[in-house]
Every structure is written in structure tokens, then in C-alpha cells.
């Protein structure tokens, strides 16, 4: 049996499908939390689904995934840009890590181009929305080997 994929979500997610549906689309964060969790069970995986607005809080939770997890999928939302803590962790964490953005980062403004966490991503899913997180798990199950 796999350890479960977390999916990890930074500050104002929780916000999803209530503000901003031109940039961010009307599901809420709720809806891709069972999203996940219905698209990990066809896979044969089990989905550990987290959101904070507290960096600490998001490097606390890496740190468990090096304990407790087969692979991260992360939106580390604004701490894309400016945390070389959350940098820092996810480097420690050896399994497959993908970073996902819902919107198409790089046609926004230039503050949203940069990402630290890129440096240390396995790979990158950016501008899918929602179904952003779907794919991601079906692209984790491809690259976590079996326990
Ligand atoms: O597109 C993404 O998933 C982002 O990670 C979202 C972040 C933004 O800082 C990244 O550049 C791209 C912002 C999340 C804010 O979430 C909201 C949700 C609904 C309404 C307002 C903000």
C-alpha cells in the first residue's frame, strides 16, 4: 500500500469559488478536496488534503510528508514567490513533488513569473484550473513507484 499524496495549499485558497471566478474559475476548494479524493481512489492512492494562510504551518507539513507521504502536489500560492523557507523544506523531501498553479502564472503580472519553488519541483502543472489538481494526481501515480 502507497503512502498517501499530499496536497498542500497556500494562503487565501480557502477563498477559491468565492472571489475572483475570471482568474481563479467558481469551484471551491472544498469541491477539489473530493475531487482529489475520488480521482487518488480510481488510482489506488489515498489523498492527505491540507490549506493554510501560515507559511510555518505549510514547511511543518512538508516536513510530515518526509515521514508520512509518497509525492507532494503543492500551490504554495503568494509563498510561490517569496519563501525560500518553504524552498528550503521541500528541498529535503527526496519523492516526486509537483507544483500547481490553477491560473496561467506567466500571463500575469510580472510578480507572479518567479518562482523559487520551480528550482526544486520534479515538475510543474500551471493554467489547467481546477481540474489542475486531477491531472496532477494522475501524473504523481505515474511517478511514485509502488510500496
Ligand atoms: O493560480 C494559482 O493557483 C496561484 O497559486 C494562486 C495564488 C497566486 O498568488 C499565485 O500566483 C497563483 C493566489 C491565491 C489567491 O486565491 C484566491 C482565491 C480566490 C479569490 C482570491 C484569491
Given at each position: 500500500?502507497?503512502?498517501?499524496?499530499?496536497?498542500?495549499?497556500?494562503?487565501?485558497?480557502?477563498?477559491?469559488?468565492?472571489?475572483?471566478?475570471?482568474?481563479?474559475?467558481?469551484?471551491?476548494?472544498?469541491?477539489?478536496?473530493?475531487?482529489?479524493?475520488?480521482?487518488?481512489?480510481?488510482?489506488?492512492?489515498?489523498?492527505?488534503?491540507?490549506?493554510?494562510?501560515?507559511?510555518?504551518?505549510?514547511?511543518?507539513?512538508?516536513?510530515?510528508?518526509?515521514?508520512?507521504?509518497?509525492?507532494?502536489?503543492?500551490?504554495?500560492?503568494a509563498?510561490?514567490?517569496?519563501?525560500?523557507?518553504?524552498?528550503d523544506?521541500?528541498?529535503?523531501?527526496?519523492?516526486?513533488?509537483?507544483?500547481?498553479?490553477?491560473?496561467?502564472?506567466?500571463?500575469r503580472?510580472?510578480?507572479?513569473?518567479?518562482?523559487?519553488?520551480?528550482?526544486?519541483?520534479?515538475?510543474?502543472?500551471?493554467?489547467?484550473?481546477?481540474?489542475?489538481?486531477?491531472?496532477?494526481?494522475?501524473?504523481?501515480?505515474?511517478?511514485?513507484?509502488?510500496?
Amino acid at each position: 500500500m502507497n503512502k498517501p499524496i499530499f496536497v498542500l495549499n497556500g494562503p487565501n485558497l480557502n477563498l477559491l469559488g468565492q472571489r475572483e471566478p475570471s482568474i481563479y474559475g467558481t469551484t471551491s476548494l472544498a469541491d477539489i478536496r473530493l475531487r482529489c479524493i475520488e480521482k487518488a481512489k480510481i488510482l489506488g492512492f489515498e489523498i492527505e488534503f491540507r490549506q493554510t494562510n501560515f507559511e510555518g504551518e505549510l514547511v511543518e507539513s512538508v516536513h510530515q510528508a518526509r515521514i508520512d507521504a509518497c509525492g507532494i502536489i503543492i500551490n504554495p500560492a503568494a509563498y510561490t514567490f517569496t519563501s525560500i523557507a518553504l524552498l528550503d523544506a521541500l528541498k529535503t523531501f527526496e519523492p516526486p513533488k509537483i507544483e500547481l498553479h490553477i491560473s496561467n502564472v506567466h500571463a500575469r503580472e510580472s510578480i507572479y513569473h518567479n518562482s523559487l519553488i520551480s528550482r526544486v519541483a520534479t515538475a510543474v502543472m500551471i493554467g489547467f484550473g481546477a481540474d489542475g489538481y486531477e491531472l496532477a494526481i494522475q501524473a504523481m501515480a505515474g511517478m511514485v513507484k509502488p510500496q
